[in-house]
């Protein structure tokens, strides 16, 4: 079946540096991918997506790229904010298939 | 905006109670979720539906059901809950169910605990 892989956590870095978390996944066919941003006290929200290879998903000064060959989709961000201390959830959809997979969540701490 | 509102952030419940959770959304989406969420094991996908009186098992359907009466109404009902349904629950929709990108907006959750 369909599955989802990040990088546990928890992310503590200071503010100002950069983030990388890491995403793979197991789908077949050709998945949409999503990243979810929760943040303290709330529930999810789309940060991002892209529905395709090479595409790259973009907002916040967030970045990912869809990967086929090597089935990732890892955030960045050049320069970390304290606002931006959330957990991140990776997902996938595929097809007509309206579920979503998500992964387990990694926490990001950004310290001042 | 779309909205998806839960009717309860904090519940507190005593173990073999029913115990039902509500979440409306405004925007007239075809599709509503309902996820439970725990450290360590992400979201998982109690029941989804994508119409009204329409309904799915998800991945962990067991002691739970749902009721979709109205199209903008999606219940979880706990027939008799157990402190191993203690977690955040959260309500989610999304527009249509045909389409690959398939966002889904989500409620601010509802946090039971079961004692």
């Known amino acids: 079946g369909d599955s989802v892989t990040q990088m546990e956590g928890p992310v503590t870095l200071s503010e100002e540096a950069f983030l990388t978390i890491n995403c793979t996944y197991t789908?077949?066919?050709?998945?949409?991918l999503f990243w979810y941003v929760q943040y303290p006290g709330e529930g999810l929200q789309l940060l991002l997506k892209?529905?395709?290879?090479?595409d790259k998903g973009s907002n916040k000064g967030f970045e990912a790229t869809y990967r086929k060959e090597t089935t990732s989709f890892h955030l960045e961000k050049g320069s970390v904010q304290v606002s931006d201390s959330a957990v991140y959830f990776c997902?996938?959809?595929?097809?007509?298939?309206?579920?979503?997979?998500f992964g387990k969540g990694t926490l990001l701490t950004v310290n001042p | 905006d779309v909205k998806v509102t839960q009717s309860s952030r904090y519940l507190v419940k005593r173990t073999g109670e029913k115990v039902f959770l509500e979440c409306v959304q405004d925007?007239?989406?075809?599709?509503m979720f309902w996820y439970r969420q725990d450290p360590g094991l992400g979201l998982r996908l109690i029941y989804f539906?994508?119409?009204?009186?329409?309904?799915e098992k998800g991945d962990i359907p067991e002691g739970y059901s749902v009721s979709r009466e109205k199209k903008e109404r999606f219940s979880l009902i706990l027939e008799s809950a157990s402190t191993n349904q203690t977690s955040m629950y959260l309500c989610?929709?999304?527009?249509?169910?045909?389409?690959?990108?398939?966002?889904?907006?989500f409620g601010p959750g509802t946090r039971l605990t079961v004692l």
């Open positions: 997902a996938l959809s595929r097809g007509s298939n309206y579920k979503l997979t």
């Open positions: 892209a529905t395709k290879a090479d």
């Open positions: 989610a929709s999304s527009l249509d169910s045909r389409s690959s990108y398939n966002e889904q907006f």
């Open positions: 539906s994508y119409d009204v009186k329409m309904k």
């Open positions: 925007m007239d989406h075809e599709n």
């Open positions: 789908a077949t066919g050709y998945p949409s």
